[in-house]
């Protein structure tokens, strides 16, 4: 800031008419002070119960949660093909980038990739598309950290 900067107000007695409340801070207004208060975006209540606050299950779901547990009293057969309906297009990415990284490996695209390359490009691309889904990232990497262990890519 520079040194000649000074707050200005619409003036002194609209200072000395600020209400405070029993905490010490100031309650400011703007058709009193004659000043224009930043808009925050934020819209907050000046009470609230513990009524209107809710519960932590009112609003600690996520989309994706709520298709986790949806389909849980389902057979097997069922909650298979609601999986490929409510992820359609995480499938449809998988099965393309799988269909894109055999065409490169069978015909040879570089040369200096081997078969574990296209296998780690396409676990990581299964890492990422089970992350985007809202998968634990500590198990997923876990899982793929296993997976090119018992391919011996790893070692």
């Not at 002194?12 to 008419?17: C, I, R, V, Y």
């Not at 600020?18 to 905490?23: A, H, K, L, N, R």
């Not at 606050?53 to 986790?68: C, F, I, L």
Request: with cysteine; aromatic share 10%; glycine share 6%.
């Amino acid at each position: 800031m520079s040194d000649n900067f000074k707050p200005t107000f619409a003036s002194k007695e609209s200072l000395d008419e600020q209400e405070f409340d029993p905490s010490g801070s100031a309650t400011y207004s703007s058709e009193e002070s004659g000043m224009e208060l930043p808009e925050t975006g934020t819209k907050m209540k000046q009470e609230a119960s513990a009524e209107s606050r809710g519960s932590v299950q009112d609003y600690n779901y996520t989309p994706s949660k709520e298709r986790e547990g949806a389909h849980r009293d389902l057979p097997m057969s069922e909650r298979v093909r609601f999986f490929f309906i409510d992820y359609l297009y995480s499938v449809i990415f998988l099965i393309v980038v799988s269909l894109v990284i055999l065409i490169m490996g069978g015909l040879g695209a570089v040369d200096d990739f081997t078969w574990k390359s296209y296998v780690t490009m396409e676990l990581t691309c299964v890492a990422l598309v089970l992350m985007l889904n809202n998968q634990p990232p500590d198990l997923v990497m876990t899982l793929i950290s296993i997976l090119l262990l018992l391919a011996k890519i790893v070692t």
